[in-house]
């Protein structure tokens, strides 16, 4: 070993190993209950397959408006609200700062970009520390933590750490799904590169380069492959299928996503540097296709950018206290430790990938509702102080097609992270945090996160007990709903107030507490409207479905009082507010009433509030 070998050590209460949208999420969690964190990362830009660098768009439990009100809101709708606030045009470099900025400026958290998490030392079967090498330091890292949380995709941690895991598919009869393969294999979905293609207006040449491989017609005749839109379907093509974002968008704007490639090995870890070469010369080859094999309504389509770093789907599923399955997916299963839901349809993908010519290129077993994901799910079974977020937690194959999409894998990650703050402070292990459950659901609710089947019934919560009133309500919108435990809609019931208007004094909303409080905190969720979509997407079709700017219905200017009587005791005013979830802190100060006064909108004309908790 080089005597010029630089190490240095570090030490934190919860260490999170990859920044994709479940690590971020995750550290933003943990940072914010006040657990020193620290979010290990090996790319200089954050965001996993939603990074600038993959550029995949985040889908969740709404399959991309068929369920609206199952959108993620927490960590990842703020996040998104924050870009979609400065960042009409879609643009990467703008959500590589946004994400940076999240992180950077959390405090408690100590981010290590460019720094790769490369083994790990066990104390008995505990994770203690774990070797990561910062490239652009020259820097040996060792970093000890309490709490491990691998967000790495691919259960690498965990593969270091000994964790059991498992890839591939289940048979059928292990869990009983109805729509897993008859018997136990070991395909997986495979790893593609994105391309963005702009029409320049006029006709654009293309030179075939050398690594491009030949494809003919007949080879893409079941994958959308022309920039006017024909998608070829099999005659008898499930209905859901074609719902599917994925497929329909797959667009010269936005890249084709079947561009995929699976391993020809066991382990699709290994080979990913060779599926990565392979894949260079499919996307070339299928532009190639398009340029120059016939009319593509290609003619005048340029290529602006073209991935380098694959996108993998699959490989490792960490094995948890429990293995999410396709029953409780299929059934909207509600669990007693119910901490993250997913609603995304299961979506598996054709072995060979892209090399399976006579098959479509995914098949999808689509569902009505949302499941909930089990606490359990995201802890190791035998690791006792190892937790995973992401596309990596314990599920069969089957639920992981649901689970993978990056708004459950956010949430999840939240839900890790919050967790592992619990642990923290309880200084008691994952395995523990049964005890502390109803806690860290009530935490989770409190953080604007969404359980479904879960309602607010914090005891700290003093609005709970106010009596509501307002200036004006619409029918329907009374202003008790507040308070009613929803902070969104829910089975198609509208679970906010909404003025009549706003009058030039503003509208205000009261809430007259059971008695006099020290008041320190309000918290108040507003509307962000889930029916319209927020995302960063390359997709054209999918940006157009967007409003510009901030949601309209956010509320924007608005004034928290509190009162002793008639007698103000403390005021705050909130100006260009553009976030769902507002924190007004105080200095805690004796009162009997506290007031919110709308002055206005970002555009909506009557004010909507889905929730409002106040706090000692
Ligand atoms: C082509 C493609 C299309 C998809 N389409 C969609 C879609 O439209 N919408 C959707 O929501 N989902 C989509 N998915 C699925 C989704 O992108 C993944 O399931 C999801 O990204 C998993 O999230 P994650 O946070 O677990 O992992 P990732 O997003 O992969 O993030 C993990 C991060 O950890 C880092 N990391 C890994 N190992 C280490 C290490 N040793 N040390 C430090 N850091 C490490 C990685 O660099 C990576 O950035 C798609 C996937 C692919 C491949």
């Not at 570090?10 to 969690?29: H, K, S």
């Not at 102080?385 to 894998?409: E, F, L, P, Q, Y």
């Not at 008041?519 to 079709?541: A, M």
Request: proline share 3%; with cysteine.
């Amino acid at each position: 070993m080089s005597e010029n070998r630089k190490v240095k050590k570090a030490e934190y209460d919860v260490v999170v190993i990859g920044g994709g949208m479940a690590g971020i999420c995750a550290a933003l969690a943990s940072a914010r209950h006040g657990a020193r964190t620290a979010l290990v990362h090996d790319r200089h830009v954050l965001g996993g397959n939603a990074s600038s660098e993959i550029r995949m768009h985040i889908c969740g439990a709404s399959e991309n408006l068929a369920k609206p009100e199952l959108e993620e809101s927490g960590i990842l709708h703020e996040i998104m609200l924050d870009n979609k606030s400065r960042n009409d045009y879609f643009n990467y470099s703008i959500w590589d700062m946004v994400l940076f900025t999240a992180v950077k400026s959390q405090p408690h958290l100590t981010v290590y970009l460019s720094t790769a998490m490369e083994d790990c030392r066990m104390e008995g079967n505990e994770i203690r520390e774990i070797d990561a090498y910062q490239l652009t330091t020259e820097t040996h890292w060792q970093i000890r933590g309490n709490i491990f949380i691998d967000c790495t995709g691919n259960a690498t941690l965990g593969y270091y750490a000994g964790a059991e895991y498992r890839t591939g598919s289940e048979g059928r009869a292990e869990f009983n799904e109805p729509d897993a393969p008859e018997q136990a294999n070991n395909d997986r979905m495979g790893n593609t590169l994105l391309f963005k293609a702009v029409d320049r207006g006029h006709s654009v040449n293309f030179k075939r380069p050398k690594i491009a491989r030949h494809f003919t017609e007949e080879e893409l005749k079941y994958r959308t492959h022309s920039a006017v839109h024909e998608a070829k379907t099999k005659g008898d093509v499930d209905k859901a299928y074609l719902r599917m974002t994925s497929y329909s968008t797959s667009s010269v704007d936005y890249g084709y996503w079947w561009i995929e490639l699976p391993s020809k090995t066991e382990d699709i870890i290994d080979e990913y540097e060779e599926i990565r070469d392979e894949l260079v010369s499919c996307i070339y080859g299928v532009w190639d296709h398009l340029k120059n094999g016939g009319d593509h309504g290609a003619e005048n389509y340029d290529l602006e950018w073209v991935g380098m770093l694959p996108g993998v789907r699959e490989s490792r599923r960490l094995v948890g206290d429990y293995i999410l399955n396709e029953n409780d997916v299929l059934s909207n299963r509600v669990f007693e430790d119910a901490v993250a839901y997913g609603g995304w349809a299961m979506d598996i993908h054709t072995p060979g990938g892209l090399y399976d010519f006579d098959e479509l290129p995914s098949r999808v077993v689509s569902f009505d509702g949302a499941y909930t994901i089990p606490y359990r799910s995201y802890c190791s079974r035998n690791i006792p102080n190892m937790m995973m977020a992401g596309r990596n937690i314990s599920a069969t194959k089957m639920a992981m097609g649901s689970t993978r999409v990056m708004g459950t894998c956010a949430i999840g990650g939240q839900a890790a992270g919050t967790a592992a703050a619990l642990c923290i402070k309880y200084h008691c292990g994952p395995k523990d945090m049964p005890e502390h459950m109803n806690e860290l659901q009530q935490l989770l609710l409190k953080d604007d996160c969404y359980i479904p089947g879960y309602r607010n019934t914090d005891p700290q919560d003093l609005a709970r007990t106010a009596q509501i009133s307002a200036t004006s309500a619409r029918e329907g919108f009374t202003p008790e709903k507040v308070i009613n435990g929803v902070s969104r809609d829910e089975n198609g019931i509208r679970n906010m107030w909404s003025s009549d208007g706003i009058s030039p004094e503003g509208e205000t909303l009261t809430l007259k507490l059971a008695s006099v409080k020290k008041v320190s905190q309000v918290r108040l969720t507003f509307d962000s409207n889930f029916n319209y979509p927020i995302k960063i997407t390359l997709s054209k079709k999918r940006q157009l479905q967007q409003r510009i700017g901030v949601p309209p219905e956010l509320v924007k200017d608005y004034t928290v009082t509190l009162w002793r009587g008639e007698q103000k005791m403390a005021e705050q005013k909130v100006t260009e507010n553009d976030q769902r979830q507002n924190v007004v802190t105080f200095e805690p100060t004796e009162c009997d009433k506290v007031t919110i006064t709308i002055h206005t909108t970002n555009g909506e004309k009557d004010v909507h509030i889905y929730e409002v908790r106040v706090y000692s």
